[in-house]
């Protein structure tokens, strides 16, 4: 069965940082692209960034670029974000989306992945003071 597990949310002031992870079981993330979502009470979903499945190019939207980092460990299939300089508009349940795409680019494959992805079942982010 395939199945993505992220884990690593939390209560964090602003200022502060988290580190989330996303787990694979039933299937190993080799040739897939990750892609982190997250969605904001009372808000659509986002798409914040990805990771391809091959060099590990990444794609950050402007909200988060230079704050947010992905990275991945295919050995532990496990994809990793870490969050700094967190806002209180970096509030949200965040999720993992993981679709095959052996592509070197994951850039423009959001919409894609939120379309056809396999998604994980969320881990609540709080900034708050």
């Known amino acids: 069965q395939v199945q993505l597990v992220e884990s690593g949310g939390g209560l964090v002031q602003p200022g502060g940082s988290l580190r989330l992870s996303c787990a694979a079981s039933?299937?190993?993330?080799?040739?897939?692209?990750i892609g982190w979502f997250r969605q904001a009470p009372g808000k659509g979903r986002e798409g914040v960034l990805c990771?391809?499945?091959?060099?590990?190019?990444?794609y950050y939207v402007d909200s988060v670029k230079g704050r947010f980092t992905v990275s991945r460990d295919n050995a532990k299939n496990t994809v990793y974000l870490q969050m700094n300089s967190l806002k209180p508009e970096d509030t949200a349940v965040y999720y993992c989306?993981?679709?095959?795409?052996?592509?070197?680019?994951?850039?423009?494959?959001?919409?894609?992945?939120?379309?056809?992805?396999?998604w994980g079942q969320g881990t609540q982010v709080t900034v708050s003071s």
């Open positions: 990771i391809s499945s091959s060099d590990s190019n990444t």
């Open positions: 039933g299937f190993t993330l080799d040739g897939y692209a």
């Open positions: 989306v993981a679709l095959y795409y052996t592509h070197r680019y994951c850039w423009g494959l959001l919409d894609k992945m939120a379309d056809f992805g396999s």
